[in-house]
C-alpha cells in the first residue's frame, strides 16, 4: 500500500475529540494501529510544502492542504515569478513514540498536547474527568463517545444546547450476532428529560407508522427501549447483525439505482440537441 498499511486489517482504533471552545479546527484524531514509518514520512515529505519540527523528541510534520503530493498543480506564481504554494489549511501530524499511534490536527498546540497524554507525561480524559464522561471502551466496542456539553461556551445554538443538557454519550458494540446501540444523555432538569423522553419516543413511532418505512426499518425500532431516571434519559436497541446487514445493503443498492437513473436521465438530455436551422 502507498503508505505501508491495509486499514482493513492494521487499523485497531480511532479517537477523535476537541476543547470545548467550539472553534471549527481545533480537533484532534488519533489514529492507532500498525504503520509502517518510514513510508508515512515519505509520503508526507513529498509534499510541496512539507516542513517538520520537534517536541521533546517526537517529529512533528506539518504541510499545507492545497500542497499536491509530487505534483506541482497547487502552486501559483509569486510577483517574482516563481512558483510558490497556493495558500492552504495547514496540517500537522505526528507518529508518537511507540509507532503505533499517529496524531493529526491542525493545531500544533494541540498536537503537543496529544503527544504529552500518550506518553504519560499528562493525565489522560479518564483521569480528569472520570465522574463525568465514561467511555466504554471494551474488547467488542465498535465506537465510543462522550461530550461534556455543559463546557461548550462558543455560538447562540451551543447555548441554547447547554440549556437542554449538561452531557452525552454513545456507544456501539458488539454482543454476539446482536449489535447493541446506547445514547445516553443527562438533561439540565428533569422537565427536560421527561420532553426528551417523550420525543425520542414520539419521533420512533411517527418512524413506524410513517407510509413509506421499509419493513426491516420497522422491525428494528421495534428493538428500541427508551427510559428515565432523574435526569438521565437513555435510548438502547439491540438489533441482529444480519438484519442490520441486509437493511444496509438494501440502503445502498437503492442508492446506487438512483443514482444509475439520474446519470441515465443527465445523458438522456445530453443527447437531445436543439435542432439548427439555417
Known amino acids: 500500500a502507498l503508505i505501508g498499511s491495509d486499514p482493513r486489517t492494521d487499523l485497531s482504533g480511532i479517537t477523535a475529540y476537541g476543547p470545548s471552545n467550539g472553534k471549527k479546527d481545533d480537533g484532534v484524531l488519533i489514529i492507532a494501529g500498525r504503520f509502517d514509518k518510514q513510508k508515512l514520512e515519505t509520503y508526507m515529505k513529498a509534499n510541496d510544502t512539507y516542513k517538520s519540527e520537534t517536541y521533546k523528541g517526537t517529529t512533528v510534520h506539518s504541510w499545507s492542504d492545497k500542497g499536491c503530493h509530487g505534483r506541482r498543480s497547487h502552486m ?13 489549511k495547514t496540517v500537522q501530524c505526528a507518529i508518537a513514540a511507540d509507532g503505533n499511534t499517529i496524531v493529526l490536527s491542525a493545531s500544533a498546540a494541540l498536537i503537543d498536547t496529544a503527544l504529552d497524554v500518550i506518553s504519560g507525561n499528562s493525565p489522560s480524559l479518564a483521569a480528569q474527568n472520570a465522574s463525568k464522561l465514561s467511555l466504554d471502551s471494551g474488547a467488542n466496542t465498535l465506537l465510543t463517545g462522550a461530550g461534556d456539553i455543559s463546557q461548550l461556551t462558543d455560538g447562540k445554538d451551543v447555548a441554547e444546547l447547554t440549556k437542554l443538557m449538561a452531557s452525552a454519550s454513545i456507544t456501539i458494540k458488539e454482543e454476539g450476532a446482536y449489535v447493541a446501540g446506547n445514547l445516553a444523555v443527562t ?49 438502547s436497541i439491540r438489533v441482529a447483525t ?12 437503492k442508492a446506487d439505482a438512483d443514482d444509475d437513473e439520474e446519470e441515465g436521465e443527465d445523458d438522456d438530455s445530453d443527447d437531445s440537441e436543439p435542432a439548427q436551422t439555417n
Open 242 to 253: 444480519k438484519v442490520l446487514t441486509d437493511a444496509m445493503e438494501e440502503k445502498m443498492k
Open 187 to 235: 438533561a439540565s432538569s428533569e422537565e427536560n428529560a421527561r420532553n426528551m423522553n417523550d420525543a425520542i419516543r414520539g419521533l420512533a413511532a411517527m418512524a413506524q407508522l410513517a407510509p413509506d418505512a421499509d419493513a426491516k426499518g420497522k422491525e428494528i425500532l421495534k428493538n428500541l427501549s427508551v427510559n428515565m431516571e432523574g435526569t438521565k434519559v437513555t435510548a
Open 76 to 88: 501559483r506564481k509569486g510577483k517574482d515569478g516563481a512558483d510558490k504554494p497556493a495558500a492552504g
